[in-house]
C-alpha cells in the first residue's frame, strides 16, 4: 500500500510513526513536481492536496485532509471519482468553541472598546455600549453539528437556553434545549440574544443569513460567524449594521477574504473582525494523527475508512 504524505508540517518523528503503525510504502515530494509525479502512484493521500494533485492521483482509494472544509476539493475534478473522502471534523470544535465565547464576551463587556481606550490612554468605565450578560440568555446556533455543540458545550456554563438549526437534526442533542431544521429557523428568530454561525459552505447555505431573516432578529441580537462568509451576503450585512437591525456582528470568516481594506466592516464599533484563525490550536496535529490512524485501520480491515467521511451529495 502506497501512502503519499502531502502534509508539510509533519516533521521526522510524525514520519515514524506513521510509518510503524501504517507498515504502508511512504511516498514523500521534496517538491511540488515531485509531489505531483508521486500522486500517480499513491493509493491513499494523507494531508493538504492541490486541484493538480487531485486529478493526477487517478488510483488513489483516499484521501484524508487535516482540515474540515469541504467546498474546495468537492468542487474539483477527482482523477478518481470513487475515492472516499474523510477530513478533519472534530479537530476544532474545542478552540472554534472558546473563541466564540471570547467574541461574545468581548461584546458584553465591551473589551474591544476598552483596548481602543487603552491605545488612547482613555479612562472610560462606561462605554457606549450596555454590559450585557450570558446568564439566562437564548442562543441560536446555525449548524448543529461538531463545531455547534462544541460551542453550546461551552455556553452551558454560563446559563444560556441553546437552540439548534442544522439540515438533518439528529433528536436529543447534548446541551441543547432543542435542534430544529434549518428550514424552522425564521419563527424563531426573534427570540435570539445571539446568534451562532457554524455552517458549512454548500448550496443550501450560501446566502442563508440574508437581510430579510436578519431583520427577524431582535435589534440587540448579536451574531458570530465562524462557519463560512458566504453564508451572509456583505451587503445585507452592512445594511443591518448601519440599519440598526443588529447589534453588532463578530466575524472571524468574511466573504471575500480577506476582507477589502476598504470594506465599512473595518471601522464599525460594533464589529470585531477576526481573520479566520478561530480553529487554531497546538493539538492540530496530534488529533488529525489520531483520526488517520484509526481510519487506517478501518481502511485495511473493512476496504474503507469510518471516521469523517464526507457525503458528497451533503457537501460536508
Given at each position: 500500500?502506497?501512502?503519499?504524505?502531502t502534509?508539510?508540517?509533519?516533521?521526522?518523528?510524525?514520519?515514524?510513526?506513521?510509518?510503524?503503525q501504517?507498515?504502508a510504502?511512504?511516498l514523500?515530494?521534496?517538491?511540488?513536481?515531485?509531489?505531483?509525479?508521486l500522486?500517480?502512484?499513491?493509493?491513499?493521500?494523507?494531508?493538504?492536496?492541490s486541484?493538480?494533485?487531485?486529478l493526477?492521483?487517478?488510483?488513489?482509494q483516499?484521501?484524508?485532509?487535516p482540515?474540515?472544509?469541504?467546498e474546495?476539493?468537492?468542487?474539483t475534478?477527482?482523477?478518481?471519482?470513487?475515492m472516499?473522502?474523510?477530513n478533519?471534523?472534530?479537530?476544532?470544535g474545542?478552540?472554534?468553541?472558546?473563541?466564540?465565547?471570547?467574541l461574545?464576551?468581548?461584546f458584553?463587556r465591551?473589551?474591544?472598546?476598552?483596548?481602543?481606550?487603552q491605545r488612547?490612554?482613555?479612562?472610560?468605565?462606561?462605554?457606549?455600549?450596555?454590559?450585557?450578560e450570558?446568564?439566562?440568555s437564548?442562543?441560536?446556533?446555525?449548524?448543529?453539528?461538531?463545531?455547534?455543540?462544541?460551542v453550546?458545550?461551552?455556553l452551558c456554563?454560563?446559563?444560556?437556553n441553546?437552540?439548534?438549526f442544522?439540515?438533518?437534526?439528529?433528536?436529543?442533542?447534548?446541551?441543547?434545549?432543542?435542534v430544529?431544521a434549518?428550514?424552522?429557523f425564521e419563527?424563531?428568530?426573534s427570540?435570539?440574544?445571539?446568534?451562532?454561525?457554524?455552517?458549512p459552505?454548500?448550496?443550501?447555505t450560501?446566502?442563508f443569513?440574508?437581510?430579510?431573516r436578519?431583520q427577524?432578529?431582535?435589534?440587540?441580537?448579536?451574531?458570530?460567524n465562524?462557519?463560512?462568509?458566504t453564508?451572509?451576503?456583505?451587503?445585507?450585512?452592512?445594511l443591518a449594521?448601519?440599519?440598526g437591525w443588529i447589534a453588532?456582528?463578530?466575524?472571524d470568516?468574511?466573504d471575500?477574504e480577506?476582507?477589502?481594506?476598504?470594506s465599512?466592516?473595518?471601522?464599525?464599533?460594533?464589529?470585531?473582525?477576526?481573520p479566520?484563525?478561530?480553529?487554531?490550536?497546538?493539538?492540530h496535529?496530534?488529533?488529525?494523527?489520531e483520526?488517520?490512524?484509526?481510519n487506517?485501520?478501518?481502511?485495511m480491515?473493512d476496504?474503507t475508512?469510518?471516521?469523517?467521511v464526507?457525503?458528497?451529495?451533503?457537501?460536508?
Amino acid at each position: 500500500m502506497r501512502l503519499l504524505i502531502t502534509w508539510k508540517d509533519l516533521n521526522e518523528a510524525d514520519l515514524q510513526l506513521i510509518e510503524t503503525q501504517t507498515g504502508a510504502t511512504m511516498l514523500l515530494g521534496h517538491s511540488k513536481e515531485e509531489t505531483l509525479e508521486l500522486a500517480s502512484q499513491a493509493d491513499v493521500i494523507f494531508g493538504f492536496v492541490s486541484p493538480e494533485i487531485l486529478l493526477a492521483a487517478g488510483r488513489c482509494q483516499w484521501l484524508q485532509t487535516p482540515y474540515a472544509g469541504a467546498e474546495t476539493i468537492l468542487g474539483t475534478p477527482w482523477g478518481n471519482p470513487q475515492m472516499i473522502y474523510t477530513n478533519g471534523r472534530g479537530i476544532f470544535g474545542p478552540p472554534i468553541g472558546e473563541h466564540v465565547v471570547g467574541l461574545i464576551l468581548a461584546f458584553n463587556r465591551g473589551l474591544h472598546l476598552a483596548r481602543d481606550n487603552q491605545r488612547q490612554k482613555v479612562w472610560k468605565p462606561r462605554l457606549q455600549n450596555s454590559f450585557r450578560e450570558l446568564t439566562g440568555s437564548t442562543v441560536g446556533i446555525l449548524g448543529y453539528g461538531d463545531l455547534g455543540s462544541q460551542v453550546a458545550k461551552r455556553l452551558c456554563g454560563f446559563g444560556c437556553n441553546v437552540v439548534g438549526f442544522r439540515q438533518h437534526p439528529q433528536g436529543d442533542e447534548p446541551y441543547a434545549t432543542a435542534v430544529y431544521a434549518l428550514d424552522q429557523f425564521e419563527p424563531f428568530a426573534s427570540q435570539l440574544d445571539y446568534l451562532v454561525c457554524t455552517l458549512p459552505h454548500t448550496e443550501k447555505t450560501a446566502g442563508f443569513l440574508n437581510q430579510k431573516r436578519m431583520q427577524l432578529l431582535p435589534e440587540h441580537a448579536i451574531i458570530v460567524n465562524v462557519g463560512r462568509g458566504t453564508l451572509i451576503p456583505t451587503d445585507d450585512l452592512i445594511l443591518a449594521l448601519q440599519q440598526g437591525w443588529i447589534a453588532g456582528v463578530a466575524l472571524d470568516v468574511t466573504d471575500p477574504e480577506p476582507l477589502p481594506v476598504e470594506s465599512p466592516l473595518w471601522e464599525m464599533d460594533n464589529v470585531i473582525i477576526t481573520p479566520h484563525n478561530s480553529g487554531l490550536t497546538p493539538f492540530h496535529k496530534e488529533r488529525a494523527l489520531e483520526i488517520f490512524l484509526k481510519n487506517w485501520q478501518h481502511f485495511m480491515k473493512d476496504g474503507t475508512p469510518k471516521i469523517n467521511v464526507v457525503n458528497l451529495q451533503l457537501g460536508y
